[in-house]
């Protein structure tokens, strides 16, 4: 189906009271106001004839009490252009165009930027020492996200169904291709000059495909749901959408760029795989960062995905590490070295998938799936959930295919996890000690987690590492059962005392009993 | 006691054939010939007035087949300077002196590079998949390490004694600190300049202390032990070497890589724990490579060691990561990221040593640090031992500080780890599979090592990952008992077959038995 402008542009946006203007509309009917981290919208007529996408450039130039952006206006097909700006600040902005065109060139306004809706915490960002996340606003944000590669590119029915579905689940992040790798029906970012699957033309993008993706990216902002938005992939060999030359990979990262950047819940994941998509350098993909950060003013966060060779995710422009592997996440003394590793974040965005598969990588139990989030949460990362059930045994018509409906048993566990690490004090949860292998995650002298996986202990030794010098406080004991979803406090408190150089113990309650059951953990809170 | 400049002189170097020259003697007097990889010394007299080490500089370019090299030469005191070269292949080379000292300056002549003798396979280098070591006459090296920083600074009788421990032990390497780190007879590398403890000179060296020290190394050579030079350390708060000014460390780095460089079998470890040496910055020791590059032509291997903060290794100054760490060698699947990290070889130089002290990081029992020695290796990494056992608790007199006997159970272990370890494929013993979890080492389809740890299993599966496509070679298998050091092979082959998409078994021998014992491992080799 074509998926009209009209639809998007007259649907309630998650900028909240500034509504985008209809295409026709002039400069002088935009909003007067915008809410801060919502979406401002320029819409200016300009020349449709040659290559817009090619001939014309726009760019207007914001500013507010001594901050200036440059925001990259991209065309909309029609003769329309846009320009799409979100401020990070509240007062007044102006602006003023500059183009190599005069009808879109000297066009000048302002608006107001406004306290912003409940609801509205604004963008995610790094925390201040880099290894956990936060909202504009000082919310903190604990990723927990799913992948539907391909869901923003299926029916409008789909579509609509995955966000019923992502409405009742716990995922805050959700992993999708602007390129579709799996049957879809919306397959052409291009105009298509022919009936081949190669026939199309990377210098012409079609507008309306990605008006539907930018849709998608609003209605899960919408939820609250962050849009981690991969760029490339090394998937579809029939298009060759990954194979484009340098000119055409960079006017792709700069339209993109200027269409969706604008979205608070944007996250830009520069590929999957990045390492087998054929044709492309490591020097490549850190060429086209630079190319990213210059056309995206709003600074959304950044990472890239890998099959075998970890990227070097210390690289100044990676926000996050974004990790693929089927095994670290299987002890938190795997886990960890990888947050030493980038000394920043790391999602571990896909650590094989719940399923019924036949497929070694999509036939995890739901049990053997959260237990991996587990590890990956003592170990101070964060995990991602995926999940491939069919009835039919064809991966590409699943949930991580196309998005629709859950089917497995993790996601109920997973908010409940979620429960727990949003109970974690600030900035998160950080492996302690991990030189000893406590197999401890939290915050020291202050919370601790202590996560059991497949062993089936039916006591453990209260002892925490603590130094004679550092604080003593007492501590108060859960016992959570991670699969059945129960927390059982234990009466009284522990009265930690030194008991030889490194380690603490109540010599009076020194043990406590578990049921013997796999999936335990213990929560330590000091009172 | 004094140390000799005649003693060492005097002594057979490793380099055979080319004595060193008295100090004394002219140009005139220099040796024809030097084996290749061997120790060629130009002598020269030049000016003790001023500060030599500062005001005079003597470079000897090196020519040969068009290749040349540019190499630094130092004062040795008493109005002698030293040039080292270290010929890294055959044929004439000849040599003319720059230098801004008339008396330096424009001495020429040539020495033949001769085939080595027996013994001299050259110096260490990388692998071409950078991810093992070999030597430069393409002989393997397999690093199987120890530590004993300040063994080279003790007295005669006991170098003499850590030499003989050497001899007889597996070790080929050993990480040994210019600077003390412990009680030492030499504690002086610069003049002294008064009774206090930093009444020292840091522009002007005492070359006594360095001619002692290159005894050592020499003399390791002799045995075949790679010397692990250590630059810098954090624990002389007393004298506060690693407290120099960036000049001053400048000047010493170029010093040490002048008087060190050529001994063939050198290492340079920048730093023990740089994390926690104080007023020192990353892009200070960064730094400082660079200086160390430009210094030595001879372009010996390079790393830095860590406590906290992992040093980021794939920086392309460093030859291969050296990690420290408690608890990452407890587990295959902790050890192989870090070569994925780095995409270089790794040695975990520090995994907490085998002891009798009650600090934790100098108690573990053999078997613990044996067991830690297999699990990297089954990584493909390579482990550094370390002892501390003592009757009196103090272990800075230990062998991990001063050196002198071994104590411990593991070292006979080792040496039985390292015949496994020689009997794998070229380049080394890569993980398999890492992402599926296997625990084995080896190389596809011909040579893998399975181990189980401190597990104590009565059977397993013969399975090993392989898809139909790939080799299928018959397997003879043998059972290792790690610890008391016996290899058990299982009569006739294990004729494999596809079991499904993913692994292969031999469906009449599906399972091997194995005795329920503790560090039992299973290594099957293709026929």
Excluded at 391 to 397: A, F, H, M, T, Y
Excluded at 476 to 482: E, F, K, M, S, Y
């Amino acid at each position: 189906m074509e998926f009209s402008r009209r639809t998007m542009l007259g649907s309630t946006l998650v900028t909240g009271a500034a509504a985008l203007v209809p295409a026709a509309t002039a400069v002088a009917a935009l909003p007067r106001r915008v809410e801060r981290w919502g979406l401002y919208e320029i819409a200016l007529d300009g020349p449709s004839s040659g290559n817009p996408f090619d001939d014309v450039r726009v760019v207007a130039t914001f500013e507010s009490s001594g901050k200036r952006l440059e925001i990259p206006g991209f065309y909309d097909g029609d003769g329309i252009y846009r320009i799409r700006f979100s401020p990070g600040e509240l007062g007044r902005w102006t602006w003023r165009t500059t183009s190599n065109v005069a009808a879109l060139d000297g066009r000048t306004g302002s608006v107001e930027s406004i306290v912003p809706r409940a609801g509205n915490h604004g963008p995610v960002r790094m925390t201040r020492d880099g290894y956990h996340f936060v909202h504009a606003d000082g919310t903190p944000y604990r990723p927990v996200g799913t992948t539907a590669y391909s869901w923003a590119l299926q029916s409008e029915s789909r579509c609509a169904e995955t966000l019923t579905t992502l409405k009742a689940a716990p995922f805050n992040k959700i992993r999708m291709c602007v390129f579709p790798n799996v049957p879809s029906v919306a397959t052409d970012p291009f105009v298509r000059t022919g009936g081949g699957p190669k026939d199309w033309d990377a210098t012409r993008f079609d507008p309306a495909y990605f008006r539907r993706f930018e849709d998608r990216i609003r209605r899960l902002g919408e939820l609250g749901i962050e849009a981690d938005v991969i760029l490339f992939h090394p998937y579809d060999k029939t298009r060759g959408y990954s194979g484009m030359r340098p000119a055409d990979d960079a006017r792709y990262v700069r339209y993109v760029a200027a269409r969706f950047g604008a979205f608070r819940n944007v996250w830009w994941a520069m590929a999957n795989e990045y390492d087998i998509v054929e044709g492309k350098t490591v020097a490549d993909w850190d060429a086209l960062f630079q190319i990213l950060i210059a056309a995206d003013p709003h600074d959304r966060l950044r990472s890239i995905h890998q099959l075998h060779v970890y990227y070097d995710n210390r690289k100044p422009w990676i926000t996050h590490a974004s990790i693929q592997h089927g095994a670290a996440v299987l002890d938190d003394g795997r886990v960890h070295p990888h947050r030493n590793f980038a000394q920043k974040a790391v999602i571990f965005d896909e650590v094989i998938y719940e399923g019924n598969s036949d497929k070694r990588w999509a036939k995890l139990t739901g049990e053997q799936l959260v237990e991996r989030f587990w590890w990956g949460t003592v170990g101070g990362a964060y995990v991602g959930h995926g999940e491939v059930i069919t009835d039919n045994g064809d991966p590409d018509r699943s949930w991580l295919g196309q998005g629709g409906r859950l089917r497995g048993t993790s996601p109920p566990r997973l908010a409940f996890l979620k429960r727990i690490i949003e109970s974690a004090p600030q900035p998160g949860i950080d492996p302690i000690q991990q030189f000893w292998d406590y197999h401890l995650g939290g915050h020291e002298f202050t919370w601790y987690l202590r996560y059991f996986g497949g062993t089936t202990p039916t006591r453990w030794d209260v002892v925490l590492p603590t130094r004679a010098t550092e604080p003593h406080p007492d501590y108060r004991i859960d016992v959570i059962d991670t699969w059945n979803m129960t927390i059982a406090p234990i009466d009284g408190v522990f009265r930690m005392h030194q008991r030889d150089e490194y380690e603490i113990i109540d010599l009076k309650r020194p043990v406590i009993d578990l049921p013997g059951k796999p999936y335990m953990a213990v929560r330590l809170i000091a009172v």
